[in-house]
């Protein structure tokens, strides 16, 4: 298996690009979109509360509760189609995820905005092992001091392609998942991690 791995100061993220046939990973797209229990969480910014921009779920091993600018979610039991694919992603990744997110981007229009995942529950390095189902999206990085050093690079994340950060990567990087114009199709992203 072809690893890509990121030329990146600060950080380790490693793209290993289409890991699940186009066959097994239509299935999957399909199932997901299907038996996930979706729910559109509100956020609220200056005292305003909005939709978030997307679909989100969250499945995981029994009291793994997660939170992200304050919203709490508590874990869903884990469902077969996640089972299958962190099978797949734990030998590569070296870890045992206990818990994951799932974000479902219905059209162009849905987004998430800069970010790091670097809630305490995660611990000081956390591995994040993301994996993409549908739409062909841009995945855009910055070094959190892109304004003095420049750094921030992008990649194009395919379907049923496998994307891991580790290491130091959330202390120093953000990234997002911008919006498109383009008329383009749902997608799945599935960001397994592990809670402390």
């Known amino acids: 298996m ?16 289409e890991i699940f046939k186009k066959e097994t990973a239509d299935r999957l797209l399909e199932s997901l979109i299907g038996q996930v229990q979706w729910k559109q969480n509100t956020i609220r910014f200056y005292g305003k509360e909005s939709p978030v921009p997307r679909l989100e779920a969250w499945y995981g091993d029994a009291g793994k509760s ?30 045992t995820f206990n818990s994951v997110l799932i974000n479902f981007y219905r059209d162009g229009k849905d987004r998430v905005a800069w970010h790091s995942d670097d809630e305490k529950e995660l611990g000081e390095k956390p591995v994040i092992g993301s994996v993409s189902f549908g739409a062909e999206r841009k995945f855009k990085l910055r070094h959190r001091k892109y304004r003095e050093n420049g750094l921030r690079t992008e990649i194009m994340l395919k379907h049923g392609s496998f994307l891991l950060m580790r290491g130091s990567t959330q202390r120093h990087w953000m990234h997002e998942i911008p919006r498109t114009a383009r008329a383009i199709g749902p997608r799945v992203n599935l960001t397994f991690r592990k809670i402390i």
């Open 66 to 95: 997660y939170a992200y600018s304050g919203i709490r979610m508590e874990p869903l039991p884990w469902i077969d189609d996640l089972l299958e694919i962190k099978k797949v992603i734990e030998p590569l990744s070296m870890t």
């Open 2 to 17: 072809k690893v890509e791995s990121l030329d990146l100061q600060d950080a380790e993220v490693s793209h290993y690009g």
